[in-house]
């Protein structure tokens, strides 16, 4: 296995990746965006199975993980992902590629997709909302089923700003294990990116938690968009995922030509709660498509 990492300069400064591959030949590089934003790429890791039949390659976002993190809430826009992601490829030399984002990772892949009409070879598209409206109404319902003394520990501390309090952090637990990870424990990769986390980013572009969006993507919203992406898409969640699959199934009905699958027994983070049903969905795309 050919490993390979180093540093990528972008705007407001230089971003990590890693790059993970067969020693010789294979498909079509894959390249992975991870989720937040600010949210590191070491819990995409078990993507890395992908990794014996094509290169596959992370890197995070400015701003977390190992890359660069300058402080200037200015530089937490879509835009400047965007244009972020384009010089990542360019300085890659990745002139054919398949593209997987999860969760933010695949809302930037889509604004990339919309904005700069790049050439691609397809995109895997993972809990990844097309409307952040549409996210918080469909978070809203989940939340519900949370108990009353949980909700109103979260609506007391949100109201009150107090988010980093441990007693508001303890009531989101439950909601995260039900619609983000439920394996237990979590892996070890997802502790990491919560420790790694950018959370000025985070609370710049999202706000406190993964329910309550106050931050500037509040009104992201590319639904009637999505009739633009000609891309071949695969559309993939997990049954209790925080990104729903009614959700996913209006974009699929948007997106002419995708598929769309939804896996059992999970939730945001499919790909590492049911690695070997999500891996042969992915070979199986993006074969078809090298």
Partial sequence: ?????????????????????????????????????????????????????????????????????????????????VGELARVRAALGLDRLHLFGSSWGGMLAMQYTLDRRPALDSLILCGSPASMIRWVSDCDELLAAEPEEVRRVIREHEAAGFTACPEYQSAILGFYRQHVCRLSPWPAGLERSFAEAGYDVYNTMNGPSEFTVSGTLKTWDIMDRLSEITVPALLVGGRYDECTPGHMAEMHRRIAGSQLATIEDASHLCFAEQPETFNALANEFLAERD
């Fill in 1 to 81: 296995m050919k490993q390979d990492e180093g540093y990528i300069d972008v705007e407001g400064g230089r971003v990590w990746y890693r790059s993970v591959g067969p020693d010789t030949g294979g498909g079509t590089p894959l390249l992975c965006l991870h989720g937040g934003p600010g949210f590191t790429h070491y819990y995409l890791e078990p993507l890395e199975a992908l990794a014996d039949r094509r290169q596959v390659i992370f890197y995070d976002q400015l701003g977390c993980g190992r890359s660069d993190r300058p402080g200037d809430l200015s530089l937490w826009t879509v835009d400047r992902f």
